[in-house]
């Protein structure tokens, strides 16, 4: 993904609340510092992953995502591409937090193999509680 591109996502309504309390200069180029991909449809950009490392703690990172509506008229193409990036990695644990209210991220998060692990009360920045997941390489 280039960080140019995640400003033409028209978010859905399911992360544009939270998208909106963390987008800050800079939060583009930071999220694509790590192995990311845009996804294209007709011409338009519907989302962007990747997967963030933890320079501090090998071996662990984090799955993020940005899906725009349209999104999940593509979600087989999506988590085919997801699963490649995962299955590519060297991360032996990768995170992924997913706003309550985002019944496509928690879908998306299991399709794409990770498990649940905890609930995060209070964890936005807009005070949505969140779902943690996990993606462990055995």
Same mark, same amino acid.
């Given at each position: 993904? $280039?960080? &140019? /591109?995640?400003?033409?996502?028209?978010?859905?309504?399911?992360?544009?609340? *939270?998208?909106? !309390?963390?987008?800050?200069?800079?939060?583009?180029?930071?999220?694509?510092?790590?192995?990311?991909?845009?996804?294209? %449809?007709?011409?338009?950009?519907?989302?962007? =992953? &990747? @997967?963030?490392?933890?320079?501090?703690?090998?071996?662990?990172? *984090? %799955?993020?995502?940005?899906?725009? =509506?349209? %999104?999940?008229? $593509?979600?087989?193409?999506?988590?085919? !591409? #997801?699963?490649?990036? +995962? %299955? =590519?990695?060297? @991360?032996?644990?990768?995170? #992924?937090?997913?706003?309550?209210?985002?019944?496509?991220? $928690?879908? +998306?998060?299991? +399709?794409?193999?990770?498990?649940?692990?905890?609930? +995060? *009360?209070?964890? /936005?920045?807009?005070?949505?509680?969140?779902? #943690?997941?996990?993606? @462990?390489?055995?």
């Amino acid at each position: 993904a $280039h960080p &140019g /591109h995640l400003k033409y996502i028209v978010v859905g309504p399911e992360q544009s609340e *939270e998208f909106t !309390a963390l987008w800050r200069p800079g939060y583009a180029e930071q999220l694509c510092q790590g192995v990311a991909f845009t996804g294209w %449809a007709s011409g338009e950009c519907v989302g962007a =992953a &990747g @997967i963030l490392s933890n320079s501090d703690w090998p071996g662990r990172g *984090e %799955a993020w995502t940005i899906f725009g =509506a349209k %999104a999940r008229l $593509h979600i087989l193409p999506i988590v085919r !591409a #997801m699963r490649s990036v +995962l %299955a =590519a990695s060297t @991360i032996q644990r990768v995170d #992924m937090l997913v706003g309550d209210g985002n019944v496509y991220g $928690h879908k +998306l998060a299991k +399709l794409c193999g990770f498990e649940y692990e905890a609930k +995060l *009360e209070k964890y /936005h920045p807009t005070g949505v509680d969140a779902t #943690m997941y996990k993606r @462990i390489k055995r």
